[in-house]
């Protein structure tokens, strides 16, 4: 083989390297899956980051507790809570939208507050059917249909979760619920009640590890961000404080196991910060309001500056977003 051939070859192979090096991370398969709820419908809608286009893919009526739902487009099939019966329980369905059938997932939970699609299988944030009302963690497997609680404590509540699929790391975070009964009943004017501290975990591979724990105040909003852990912490405890930027935000470095301080990322824009739904790398989604508007879910490309309303609900509409995720083909 002449010497140019193998100039060639060795070209092509470290173009692969690098193509593999650089796609890591990010890849062409993400897209935002998000729900608008107006009275009993639960619209399902698909954001591609890539084409910037926005589609509604079903309407659900949906009569569950808290209206939870994420669209897998891998099998083209909404994953939803649903109340079953007079049970007054809800459970996981899927919902397929090619041949517009419904299918019952589980029997065994009483309440959902989070779908999180991950790969084969479902994060769900759940309280068990039978028990207190403690919010676990349990895994979904789509291929087998099995549901798993993984929480190693039972006692845990979970109050946050967020999840990256870029990294397959999922943060929570909550409380001991027994503690705070104990707190609940023990009030009084002489002794008003105070919120127990938030405990932090990371999970990977199904596993729970302590991070560190919070001060007594509710958490706002909560995040993993690179090596980071941001959190936004109430320190006025006023119930109807919704804006994160008057909230005390902190950040938790994972590799020096520090804490400081953190700023909220800055950018052009006249609406509040309600929620932050994505952050990762220059990528920042997040649910804002204004004078004008009920709620916009907007993207941010930090690195230019440039906001992208992807849906907005103006005044006088009863309707609200939620169950937002950014789902990836990665881990499917």
């Not at 060795?10 to 193509?19: A, N, R, T």
């Not at 002489?190 to 509710?218: G, M, R």
């Amino acid at each position: 083989m002449n010497k140019k051939i193998l100039k060639i070859i060795k070209l092509m192979f470290v173009g692969l390297i690098l193509i593999g090096l650089f796609s890591c991370g990010k890849t062409d398969t993400e897209y935002l899956s998000f729900i608008v709820t107006k009275g009993s419908i639960t619209h399902t809608f698909k954001y591609d980051p890539k084409s910037g286009e926005v589609k509604e893919i079903a309407k659900i009526v949906n009569n569950s507790q808290y209206p939870v739902e994420v669209y897998d487009e891998s099998v083209n099939a909404i994953y939803f809570s649903k109340r079953e019966g007079e049970s007054h329980c809800d459970q996981l369905w899927m919902y397929d939208v090619i041949n517009n059938t419904y299918q019952r997932l589980t029997d065994d939970i009483y309440a959902i507050n989070y779908i999180i699609p991950r790969g084969d299988s479902l994060y769900l944030v759940a309280v068990g059917r039978g028990g207190y009302c403690v919010l676990n963690l349990f895994v979904y497997d789509k291929v087998n249909g099995t549901l798993e609680n993984i929480s190693p404590d039972l006692n845990f509540t979970i109050q946050k979760a967020y999840y990256d699929p870029r990294t397959d790391k999922l943060i929570v975070s909550g409380f001991d619920f027994i503690e705070d009964l104990k707190r609940m009943d023990e009030q009084s004017e002489e002794n008003p009640y105070i919120p127990c501290k938030n405990d932090i975990y990371l999970v990977e591979d199904d596993k729970f590890t302590y991070l560190f724990s919070t001060s007594e105040h509710e958490i706002g909003n909560i995040l993993i961000h690179d090596d980071e852990v941001i959190y936004s912490v109430n320190e006025i405890e006023n119930p109807y404080q919704t804006d994160l930027s008057d909230y005390v935000s902190f950040s938790y470095n994972l590799v020096d196991k520090t804490h400081s301080l953190a700023e909220l990322p800055s950018f052009d824009s006249d609406l509040s910060i309600r929620r932050i739904v994505y952050y990762s790398g220059d990528d920042f989604y997040y649910i804002g309001s204004n004078e004008r508007c009920v709620a916009k879910l907007v993207y941010v490309n930090l690195k230019t500056n440039k906001e992208k309303v992807i849906y907005e609900i103006g005044l006088g509409f009863q309707a609200t977003i939620s169950s937002v995720h950014m789902v990836s083909y990665d881990h499917q």
